[in-house]
C-alpha cells in the first residue's frame, strides 16, 4: 500500500498525462470540477496537487482562466557563442551522453566532402555517426567527417563519445563555424533514431568549423529535435 498522500499521487498521475501528450504544453487544463471527477477524489486533493505543479513550474495559473500546461524550455544553441554538445550540456545542468553508431576511416569519401575540405588529393578522412542525449534522452543524431591528422590520438586509441572541439583545440585552436540551418520533415529512419514519429519536425545543421587560421576542420549534418531546440543568432548591421 502507497505510503504516498493522495494529492501527491494524483499530482504524478497529472504529470503522467502532460508527459504523454494527454494534456499538450499550452493547453488549458479541465476544471478541478472535472479532474476530481476523473481521479475520484476531493477538490481540495486537486488544488493541492496543482500548487504541486506550479512550484514544479509544470503549470501555470492565470487568474479567471484556470491553469495551463507550460511549454518547458527549450535547449538554445549558439545563445553563449560557437560550442559543443558537451559545454551546452554543463550550462544546462544536464548530463550528456553519447551513442557512437559508426567510425570509419577511409580515403574513398564522397568528392563533395572532399570540395567542402578544399582538397583534391585522398587524404584519410574519419567518418563518425553518433547519437548524442541529454539526461538519456535523445536529442540530436549527429553525421560528422573530419581529416584524422585533427584527432589527437590514432583512430584505435581516441574517445570518439568525447567532446571533438576539445580533442581538436589540443592541436590548434577553433576559430569560427559557418552554419545552414533548415527546418524539415524527420525521415523515418532519423525518427526511430531520435525517439520522435516520422515528420515531426527537426532542424537539420550543417556546419563548417575552421580553425583561428582559417583551415576546415569538421564538417557535420546534424539532426536536432524540434521540441527541444532552438537556434540564437545575432547580426550586425554594416555600417
Known sequence: MS???????IQNRILARIDAGVYPAGQKLPSDYALAE???CSRLTIRKAMEGLIQQQRIVKHPGKGNYVMQLAKIQSGANGLQSFS????????TAQTTVLQVEESTAVPDKIKQLFSETEDIPMVHLVRLRSLDHEPMTLENI???????????????F?????EAIEKKQPIGYAQQE???????????RLLSITENDPVLLLRA??????????????SYYRGDKYTFKQINSRRT
Do not use: H, W
Not at 559545454?87 to 544536464?94: S, T
Not at 540551418?181 to 525518427?191: F, H, R
Open 3 to 9: 505510503t504516498q498522500p493522495i494529492y501527491q499521487e
Open 38 to 40: 476523473t481521479f475520484q
Open 87 to 94: 559545454e551546452r550540456a554543463q550550462l544546462e545542468q544536464k
Open 145 to 159: 567527417y573530419l581529416p584524422s591528422l585533427q584527432l589527437s590520438a590514432e583512430k584505435e586509441t581516441f574517445d
Open 161 to 165: 563519445s568525447g567532446s571533438l572541439y
Open 181 to 191: 540551418i533548415e527546418a524539415i520533415k524527420c525521415p523515418a529512419s532519423i525518427a
Open 208 to 221: 563548417m568549423t575552421y580553425a583561428a587560421n582559417g583551415i576546415p576542420v569538421m564538417y557535420e549534418t
